[in-house]
């Protein structure tokens, strides 16, 4: 019998909460985009291309 749900991945939760003006901001960046996505995905989106212009190493908060 095949299993239902979700196929494995290989990702793990991360539960984050941010403050109402923050949300109101991502909701404006989901807005401008073609595909729409949800806010788990814009905030993907958003780390994606920060760790892409901040390789391991990089000291947060000196810029």
């Not at 793990?12 to 989901?30: N, Q």
């Not at 994606?48 to 000291?59: I, K, S």
């Amino acid at each position: 019998m095949a299993r239902m749900g979700r196929p494995p991945v290989d990702t793990e939760g991360v539960t984050v909460r941010f403050d109402r003006a923050t949300l109101e901001k991502i909701d404006a960046i989901r807005r401008q985009q073609e595909d729409l996505p949800s806010r788990p995905e814009v905030v993907r989106r958003a780390v994606a291309d920060w760790l892409e212009r901040n390789p391991p190493g990089t000291v947060i908060g000196t810029q």
